[in-house]
């Protein structure tokens, strides 16, 4: 009778640990593709809701619309114009790398710094659609060193590819740890917009 009892027990032991086994099989097996839900995920939340990927460099068109920039004003205004010229729809959020440049691409002075007072957004161009970003530039004597720059050379959000845009300005030469960010960049903003002075830039 005991036998019986000690053979009964066996069984249900190795019964116990086959499932248990067999569980652990089951939840490691399922592991690598909760890893690839959660990657897919984080990938959606990068391209936005609608899962339109960011634009690219090639596809845009950048150019310098109106602004204000009279030669007897210490800060001048720009604004940077996006435009998709590609066939599909893409989306730019924040901030552009901005420089000023000479006509042989040597950069002048430093990059641009953030200007926080729009707030970061994403923007979805259409195709033929048109985002802006202003830049603000304070051009005065002294450690600024003024001289003229033959352009702006602009990196979108999320890219490492630039873009050369012409256009004639005065921008500061000082460059360096030490020397003061004169050039300042704020977030992108869907249409083309108009360049309007912030508090204390009349």
């Not at 019986?4 to 066996?10: A, E, F, K, N, Y």
């Not at 068109?61 to 602004?67: E, F, K, L």
């Not at 659609?129 to 050379?153: D, E, F, N």
Request: hydrophobic share 45%.
């Amino acid at each position: 009778m005991r036998a019986s009892v000690r053979l009964g027990w066996r069984v249900a032991a190795v019964v116990a640990f086959a499932a248990t086994a067999a569980l652990a099989v089951t939840l490691t097996r399922g592991a690598p593709t909760h890893a690839a839900l959660t990657s897919a995920r984080h990938l959606a939340r990068e391209q936005g809701a609608s899962g339109t990927p960011a634009c690219a460099t090639a596809t845009l068109r950048i150019s310098v619309g109106a602004g204000t920039s009279p030669a007897d004003r210490a800060v001048a205004l720009y604004r940077l114009e996006f435009t998709n010229v590609s066939g599909a729809a893409c989306t730019l959020s924040g901030y552009p790398q901005v420089a000023a440049y000479r006509g042989d691409g040597a950069l002048v002075g430093n990059a641009a710094g953030r200007d926080t007072s729009a707030a970061a957004r994403r923007v979805l161009l259409a195709p033929g659609a048109t985002a802006h970003a202003a830049v603000i530039a304070s051009v005065s004597a002294g450690p600024c060193r003024p001289m003229a720059a033959a352009g702006l050379r602009v990196v979108p959000p999320g890219q490492s590819a630039a873009s050369y845009v012409p256009h004639v300005m005065r921008a500061c030469s000082a460059a360096g740890p030490r020397a003061p960010v004169y050039l300042r960049v704020r977030a992108i903003q869907p249409g083309a917009g108009t360049a309007a002075p912030g508090p204390g830039e009349r």
